[in-house]
T-cell receptor, first 112, second 110 residues
Framework: DAGVIQSPRHEVTEMGQEVTLRCKPI?????LFWYRQTMMRGLELLIY????????DSGMPEDRFSAKMPNASFSTLKIQPSEPRDSAVYFC??????????FGQGTRLTVV | QQQVKQSPQSLIVQKGGISIINCAYE??????FPWYQQFPGKGPALLIA?????SEKKEGRFTISFNKSAKQFSLHIMDSQPGDSATYFC?????????FGTGTSLTVIP
């Protein structure tokens, strides 16, 4: 298996623009997590899905953030409108159980 | 509120030495304690994990020590190598959520 695949690896966008991050989890994994990593706040769980259903989105910072999982092999995290303080590395992770999460390589988002 | 407190923030160890990273938690509902290793430009990768029914788990040069009564656990890296230089995160899980520590940047100097 190729592991968790995220795209794009890097994204630079202007403030106010819509940003969509994509994730393909490991086949067969029932759980999918979106994390944000910054120097100031470390790794923060934004939202996680179980069997494509959002279970806990309490970590989503604002209504500007939304996440979907239309099927077992694809998820998106959207920020609209984006702001400079959204600049971070966003990780997607998947797992067979809610433990042992496998992380993708991340998307480095820069909002200017 | 930080659910898992990790220290130190950074650590420099000589090659061949022992690296020790500590974590503490408050929530007694946590039942799974993994450690993740992250290299620059990469996502965190599971290194080793322990459940609270054991006090120690060893995998190669990596050992987790777990003290349930003190609500503390630590990662020991024996015979540290320059290739171990990375950021290490402890985490705690209730079974449906992970809470990560703030990370420790380890540098092993030759």
């Amino acid at each position: 298996d190729a592991g968790v695949i995220q795209s794009p690896r890097h994204e630079v966008t202007e403030m106010g623009q819509e940003v969509t991050l994509r994730c393909k989890p490991i086949s067969g994994h029932d759980y999918l997590f979106w994390y944000r990593q910054t120097m100031m706040r470390g790794l923060e769980l934004l939202i996680y899905f179980n069997n494509n259903v959002p279970i806990d989105d309490s970590g989503m910072p604002e209504d500007r953030f939304s996440a979907k999982m239309p099927n077992a092999s694809f998820s998106t995290l959207k920020i609209q409108p984006s702001e400079p303080r959204d600049s971070a590395v966003y990780f997607c992770a998947s797992s067979l159980y809610p433990t042992e999460a496998f992380f993708g390589q991340g998307t480095r988002l820069t909002v200017v | 509120q930080q659910q898992v407190k990790q220290s130190p923030q950074s650590l420099i160890v000589q090659k061949g030495g022992i690296s020790i990273i500590n974590c503490a938690y408050e929530n007694t509902a946590f039942d799974y304690f993994p450690w993740y290793q992250q290299f620059p430009g990469k996502g965190p990768a599971l290194l080793i994990a322990i459940r609270p029914d054991v006090s120690e788990k060893k995998e190669g040069r990596f050992t987790i020590s777990f003290n349930k009564s003190a609500k503390q656990f630590s990662l020991h890296i024996m015979d540290s190598q320059p290739g171990d230089s990375a950021t290490y995160f402890c985490a705690a899980s209730t079974g449906n959520q992970f809470y990560f520590g703030t990370g420790t940047s380890l540098t092993v100097i030759p």
